[in-house]
């Protein structure tokens, strides 16, 4: 199931991330991703690995794979 909604302008997607256990873990996550074009918004959360993300649109998934590994993490998949 993939945990992502639409609504007028914008797309968020929930991802899973391992390896983050710590707010500066949250930090480097999401640096790397809101650094991706079109990304409004990045919420981390290291005690779930959960990753919300706000787009205009659709990212592609491995542009967020590239932006997590450059975090030092690694991207799950959707959560």
Known sequence: MTAQTETPGSVTAVYK???MSCGHCEGSVSSEIGEIAGVSSVTAV???GEVTVVSDARL???TVRAAVDEA???LVGQA
Do not use: L, M
């Open 46 to 48: 290291a005690s779930t």
């Open 72 to 74: 030092g993490f690694e």
């Open 60 to 62: 592609d998934e491995a």
């Open 17 to 19: 991330v391992s390896g």
